[in-house]
């Protein structure tokens, strides 16, 4: 027998049937949707995790049950691999092309050198070098075989001082210009301040994770609108406010003309004029337009066939002194129809100024400083400029980056920073000097009530250290940085028991409510608001009848 006879062979193999299972599938086919399914659950997709999970779960599942379907997924997922590789390709490249290529391109342009040119500078007008013959093949030359070109004595340019002045000034061009593409890149990245995941936990810790508002349905979707309409503008008068022509939309938060959107009245008739004066907790942190106090105030007295148009002056984190200033300016404007009753709905922000600032008997702010300042109308066009050119710089982010690691000033924040400690604050001092500026605020609305013909209501707001039986949810919010019970239980008694008409009291209507209404020291959910309205109701058709 020929040894060459078995290297000869050339039979056939036997193949296996068409259809045979797969006795092993590959591993990545699992854990790579298991691992996306992780990492979007981490991310807090729960839905969507469980969407994927799901459709895996049911490919997979066919794949063993069906040859054919296995072979067909296979099929369509080795066709959006290649697509996806071209994709990437096209991608990867062209980054390539820009970081690279493009910069190394354009210096070589402005320096008019060559970075492949192993000589130091040329005479001549071509870059390409003359090859003598050589005997040995391509393949066999070193690399380090090339002839060097030498500068002729002749006409060559001279390294002088021009061509690296060229150099340096197309260096700087080309730093410039990285630097405002990067940073222009990083604050596309950033995205808007006002992002809900973050910066609606001012108070230490995140509302939609408490009780009052988990049993809320949609709190997570309302709470992410109610910081994307912020605080409003810059306003000479009392700090801040939402002011003529601001507006936000949603399907939640709507604020037009600078007040936030209530019920309109069900019921026929002639519609009397009540305007609404109040921090967050009237303006509606907890509640949406249609929940908020000014709202269920309408939906009830249009049950007692008394249509009313409220507005809705509240502004985030006021106090009195500011609610009176801005209907001083309401009232002086004109555009809007006078009230017949105003109502007032306050108290809880003035004795937290006496805690933050130290007792004081003159009005100050809540905020620590300006929400935003306007600016100057004189200038330049350097200073504008350098503002463009800090917001798109790398380099001016990420100073400003490292800026803020040493910086321990306190930023524009509400309620989670105290300027002075809590443990100096006399509890009486501070509520009695929080009544004295309280009642100056009433006694400035009641003098333009007389001047301007409109009835007025008072209410002291309820807050979490006013409701007896607190829940165990609730109890977990007592104490919290700020609000000391050392301080606001004694506090909060002698406020109460000094008290004196024309201002109310409704704090015992949230006694009785067995749920959990408060989600922080004071904000209420929309049950909790809807207590509170029905406590004010019977006092507001009585001041209807008195305005006529």
């Not at 049950?65 to 296995?70: G, P, T």
């Not at 002194?321 to 105003?342: F, I």
Request: hydrophobic share 45%; glycine share 8%; net charge negative.
């Amino acid at each position: 027998m020929n040894e060459t006879g078995p290297f000869l062979d050339h039979r056939w193999s036997t193949l296996p049937p068409r259809g045979a299972p797969i006795k092993q599938r590959r591993p990545a086919s699992v854990l790579v949707p298991l691992a996306l399914v992780a990492v979007l659950w981490l991310l807090g997709h729960p839905t969507l995790a469980i969407i994927v999970a799901a459709v895996a779960f049911t490919i997979t599942v066919a794949c063993a049950v069906s040859s054919e379907l296995r072979t067909r997924i296979d099929r369509i997922m080795g066709l959006v691999g290649r697509w996806v590789g071209r994709f990437l390709t096209f991608v990867l490249l062209g980054i390539v092309q820009l970081l690279i290529f493009a910069p190394v391109a354009l210096w070589s342009r402005l320096t008019r050198s060559d970075p492949l040119d192993v000589s130091s500078h040329s005479d001549q007008i071509s870059q390409w070098l003359a090859r003598s013959a050589q005997k040995r093949p391509l393949h066999q030359r070193p690399y380090t075989d090339e002839k060097y070109r030498h500068p002729s004595s002749g006409n060559a340019a001279r390294p002088g001082s021009l061509r690296w002045i060229r150099g340096l000034l197309g260096g700087l061009v080309l730093l410039l210009t990285a630097d405002i593409a990067l940073g222009s890149l990083l604050s596309s990245f950033d995205g808007d301040d006002t992002s809900p995941a973050d910066d609606h936990v001012v108070f230490g810790f995140e509302p939609t994770a408490q009780e009052a508002l988990r049993i809320q349905p949609g709190s997570d979707e309302l709470m992410s609108h109610l910081t994307r309409a912020g605080i409003g503008n810059f306003d000479p008068f009392t700090g801040w406010r939402f002011g003529p022509g601001v507006t936000y939309e949603s399907s939640v938060v709507n604020i037009v003309d600078g007040v936030r959107q209530t019920r309109m009245p069900a019921v026929d008739g002639e519609r009397a004029e009540v305007w609404f004066f109040g921090g967050s907790t009237l303006y509606g942190s907890g509640q949406s337009d249609m929940a908020t106090i000014p709202s269920v105030l309408v939906a009830l007295l249009d049950d007692a066939d008394t249509p009313i148009n409220a507005v809705n002056f509240g502004h985030p984190a006021y106090a009195n002194w500011q609610q009176v200033q801005l209907l001083a300016q309401e009232l002086s404007a004109g555009t809007r129809p006078p009230p017949d009753v105003v109502v007032f709905y306050d108290g809880f922000n003035d004795l937290t100024l006496q805690t933050h600032f130290g007792v004081h008997e003159a009005p100050t702010h809540l905020f620590f400083g300006i929400p935003q300042e306007e600016p100057a109308a004189d200038e330049s066009v350097a200073a504008t400029i350098r503002a463009w050119w800090a917001d798109h710089s790398a380099v001016a982010l990420a100073a400003g980056r490292v800026a803020d690691l040493f910086d321990d000033e306190p930023g524009v924040q509400v309620a989670d920073i105290d300027a002075v400690p809590i443990e100096v604050i006399d509890p009486v001092a501070a509520a009695d000097a929080a009544l004295k500026i309280h009642r100056q605020g009433v006694d400035h609305v009641r003098s333009l009530a007389r001047g301007y013909g409109f009835e007025t209501l008072f209410f002291w707001q309820p807050y979490l250290y006013t409701k007896s039986g607190l829940t165990p949810a609730e109890q977990e919010l007592v104490g919290l940085v700020g609000y000391d019970t050392d301080v606001w239980l004694p506090m909060t008694e002698r406020v109460r028991a000094r008290l004196a008409p024309p201002v109310i009291d409704p704090s015992e209507v949230l006694d009785s409510v067995p749920s959990s209404v408060y989600w922080d020291f004071v904000h209420t959910n929309e049950h909790g608001a809807a207590v509170i309205a029905a406590a004010i109701e019977p006092h507001l058709r009585q001041a209807l009848r008195k305005a006529g």
